[in-house]
């Protein structure tokens, strides 16, 4: 399975837990991952703290995060959390 096909089951699994994003949102996901040059890790990691903390999708904090875990070198939920609390944004 590639990584556009590991990020849409990602996101169809949102869509069944109750987050619809529109087609553009979706679009502006898979847009920000390669802008960022960020792994399919990232960008789940990513998009669920954005759900998570700003209750919508708010895309410049998602690219902000995924800036951020790209520097930091993010790989997991726990990685991101940490950092998250050191930077005081949770």
């Excluded at 849409?8 to 619809?20: D, Q, V």
């Excluded at 898979?30 to 895309?59: E, P």
């Amino acid at each position: 399975m590639n990584n556009n096909e590991i990020l849409a089951y990602f996101l169809e699994n949102l869509w069944t837990k109750g987050f619809k994003l529109t087609d553009e949102e979706v679009h502006f996901i898979y847009f920000g991952m390669k802008y960022t040059n960020t792994t399919v890790i990232q960008v789940k990691i990513a998009l669920s703290l954005t759900l998570q903390l700003q209750f919508n999708f708010d895309r410049s904090f998602y690219i902000s995060l995924l800036e951020l875990f790209k520097t930091n070198h993010i790989q997991s939920m726990k990685e991101a959390r940490l950092l998250l609390q050191k930077k005081h944004l949770i």
